[in-house]
C-alpha cells in the first residue's frame, strides 16, 4: 500500500519559515517524481514545486520563487519544502505528490490533480 504523510504544517506570522516533510512508502521512491501542491480555501490547487528522481532537477511556481525550496532524501525516502519568508497568501493545504513521469511534467496543469499518489495534505496557516 503506497502512502504519503506530510507533516510540519502549523500557525506562522508572516515573514516566518516552515519545513515541510512528505514520508513515502509502498513504493520505489528513487524513480518517482516528487511535487508539492496547495489548495487555499475556495480556490483552485495549484503547482508549487517539483523534483526530479535525483534531486538534480528542480521546478517552482513563480509565486513561491527565491522563497521556497524542494529537496529530497532518497535514503529516506522524504522528500522537503522549506518555506522561508511567508506571506498570508502562502495559507493553503499543502499536498505532496508522487509521479512516475517527470519534475517538470509534474509542473504542468494535467498532474494538478493527475500525479498518481497524493498525501492528504497538511495545513499551513500565515497570519499578517
Known amino acids: 500500500q503506497v502512502q504519503l504523510v506530510e507533516s510540519g504544517g502549523g500557525l506562522v506570522q508572516a515573514g516566518g519559515s516552515l519545513r515541510l516533510s512528505c514520508a513515502v512508502s509502498g513504493l520505489s521512491f528513487g524513480l518517482f517524481a516528487m511535487g508539492w501542491f496547495r489548495q487555499a480555501s475556495g480556490k483552485e490547487r495549484e503547482f508549487v514545486a517539483s523534483i526530479s528522481w535525483s534531486g538534480g532537477l528542480k521546478y517552482y511556481a513563480d509565486s513561491v520563487k527565491g522563497r521556497f525550496t524542494i529537496s529530497r532524501d532518497n535514503a529516506k525516502d522524504t522528500v522537503y519544502l522549506q518555506m522561508n519568508s511567508l506571506k498570508p497568501e502562502d495559507t493553503a493545504v499543502y499536498y505532496c505528490?508522487?509521479?512516475?513521469?517527470?519534475?517538470?511534467?509534474?509542473?504542468?496543469?494535467?498532474?494538478?490533480?493527475?500525479?498518481?499518489?497524493w498525501g492528504q495534505g497538511t495545513q499551513v496557516t500565515v497570519s499578517s
Open positions: 505528490a508522487a509521479d512516475r513521469t517527470t519534475a517538470q511534467a509534474m509542473s504542468t496543469p494535467r498532474k494538478i490533480y493527475g500525479s498518481d499518489y
